[in-house]
């Protein structure tokens, strides 16, 4: 029997030194958990700093030192906004035919641009109406049907542009826009 008075075993009975046992198990067990808790959160606030250290990391390279995928020429068109012009849409349809044999028939409508606002440019291309219309029939009659093929329009845009501005006095073609450029063989 004095071994069963040695192990003390607590078998629901309360006895005083008991207590003391389990207060000390409880704080024990909260002294336990506690590093273990700080060890999850520093291996979680670590992770988010590493996967926020490679997301800027990569996105650096791609944005800042990557190459681009897509090269755009150094041309003047591709530089700054395009300016807003003023639209004379007054010219009628031309039509008339190429230079061709046998011809073609040109269908051309088209607009013009000029400054915003400029009021004496608006007053200039309607009183000399019949003058543009005669110069853009005689104009293209004038032409081949191979120049008047879409891979040349901005050529023949940029080429009509200077011939109408030499004769106009004051106003000042910006821009021509074509509504209609067909040719068709006769």
């Known amino acids: 029997m004095s071994n069963a008075d040695d192990d003390n075993i607590d078998l629901g009975g309360d006895d005083g030194d ?43 390279i791609v944005i800042g030192s990557g190459k681009s995928q897509t090269t755009v020429p150094e041309n003047d068109a591709y530089v700054g906004t395009k300016p807003t012009y003023s639209i004379f849409s007054a010219l009628p349809v031309i039509r008339t035919n190429t230079k061709d044999i046998p011809p073609y028939s040109v269908v051309v409508e088209m607009f013009l ?19 543009l219309q005669d110069f853009t029939r005689n104009y293209f009659s004038n032409k081949f049907h191979v120049d ?13 542009m200077e011939k109408m501005n030499r004769l106009l006095n004051t106003a000042k073609i910006r821009a021509i826009y074509f509504k209609q450029l067909s040719t068709m063989e006769m």
């Open 18 to 60: 008991a207590g003391a046992d389990s207060k000390k198990k409880k704080g024990a067990g909260f002294a336990m958990l506690l590093p273990n808790l700080l060890k999850f959160v520093a291996i979680g606030l670590g992770a988010i700093v590493v996967v926020i250290t490679i997301s800027v990391i990569t996105v650096n």
């Open 113 to 131: 641009g000029y400054d915003l606002n400029n009021a004496t440019a608006a007053t200039e291309l309607t009183s000399r109406l019949v003058e």
């Open 148 to 160: 008047l093929q879409p891979d040349k329009e901005e050529t023949l845009k940029n080429d009509l």
